[in-house]
């Protein structure tokens, strides 16, 4: 059953003020999209190589050369056949390393990563452009997606099925892991597998609504809710994504891969306890970089809309904590989290 959004139903008058409202939002989304192309230099352009009917990944990123090669290594496991990547300003050897991969294209701009709605434009443009008609992956470098039945069934095992049921979407729960210890302290090799050092997650509270207009879900709980955001938890991070979706040069995503455009793609997800099939995205932030990091981010301002009202958060993590506490479980696969109704096969038996 699909959560109902707040404040619905509407009455037909209202209905077709809202598709007109939503119809011009949607417009300009993409209008955005297409007027960020003039921010993105091309790097390396290998999109030549794709082909009909292949797995693409959409990603932009900034200073993730720990992260890459597992990245690239997991998402080449999962099924994805060409990575659409945007390097905003990295200085720590990221887009040299992604320019030697052949199986991505690269573009590179120093262009605010704020103002353009945190990537989410620049990617639209690329969507646009190359994703038309191919299942997507948009993803950050710190997020590893997983799904019901891996390492056995791929993005194209579950591509096929959702296209025998007439889905186009597919969502998951990010689900931010950590280390036990102060993160700083966390023994991590650079280039090491990112869960080889977090191993650790929040099983629960998790609470979901879904707002009216967009009808976009609002999942928040986790560890940062618990840490960070006690206080105040309307202001916790949103945990709700759709990550992978067949698609159309007429979606635009709204707030990273949160929220998308037209709205009845927002209804393909209902947060943990959805009883159809959703996927994980594990959360890989809190390495030990993470400390430092939040120093760097802090100073950017380039990550939220009103970056003043986050300066105890980033305080916090650069404070050097413990997230790990006695009600820590311990990540074991995906039949674990089937179990704590925190992803689900649904009917893909």
Not at 47 to 68: C, K, M, V, Y
Not at 163 to 182: I, Q, S
Not at 302 to 315: I, L, N, R, T, V
Request: charged share 25%.
């Amino acid at each position: 059953m699909t959560l109902a959004p707040e404040g619905e139903p509407a009455g037909p008058v209202q209905w077709a003020r809202d598709a007109l409202r939503l119809r011009w939002k949607r417009r300009r989304t993409l209008w955005r999209s297409l007027r960020s192309r003039h921010q993105l230099d091309s790097v390396v352009d290998r999109t030549g190589a794709i082909r009909s009917g292949q797995i693409l990944a959409f990603t932009t990123l900034r200073n993730e050369i720990d992260r890459l090669p597992h990245f690239m290594e997991h998402n080449r496991l999962l099924g994805v056949s060409h990575f659409l990547v945007v390097d905003n300003d990295s200085d720590d050897g990221s887009a040299e390393w992604l320019a030697e991969q052949p199986d991505v294209s690269l573009w590179s701009t120093g262009a605010s990563y704020k103002a353009s709605r945190f990537g989410v434009d620049w990617l639209g443009w690329l969507q646009m452009r190359h994703g038309h008609g191919h299942w997507c992956l948009t993803v950050d470098a710190d997020e590893l997606l997983l799904i019901p039945h891996w390492p056995q069934r791929t993005l194209s095992d579950l591509s096929a099925w959702l296209e025998e049921r007439g889905d186009v979407a597919f969502g998951a729960l990010m689900l931010d892991l950590y280390p036990k210890g102060p993160l700083a302290e966390t023994d991590h090799r650079p280039g090491a597998r990112p869960l080889e050092t977090l191993a650790f997650f929040d099983a629960a509270p998790y609470r979901a609504r879904r707002k009216a207009f967009e009808w976009n879900l609002w999942v928040q709980g986790g560890v940062r809710d618990r840490l960070f955001f006690a206080d105040r938890p309307q202001q916790a991070p949103t945990l709700n994504k759709l990550p992978f979706i067949r698609w159309n040069r007429r979606y635009a995503y709204r707030n990273s891969t949160h929220s998308i455009l037209p709205r009845h793609l927002n209804l393909s997800y209902d947060g943990p306890g959805d009883d159809r099939a959703s996927g994980i995205l594990l959360h890989t932030k809190f390495l030990p970089s993470a400390v430092e990091r939040s120093v760097i981010e802090k100073r950017r301002r380039e990550h939220f809309g009103s970056p003043g009202q986050y300066d105890a958060y980033y305080d916090a993590i650069a404070a050097n904590p413990d997230l790990w506490t006695v009600d820590s479980v311990r990540l074991r696969d995906w039949r674990q989290l089937e179990e704590l109704g925190l992803l689900s096969r649904g009917a893909w038996r």
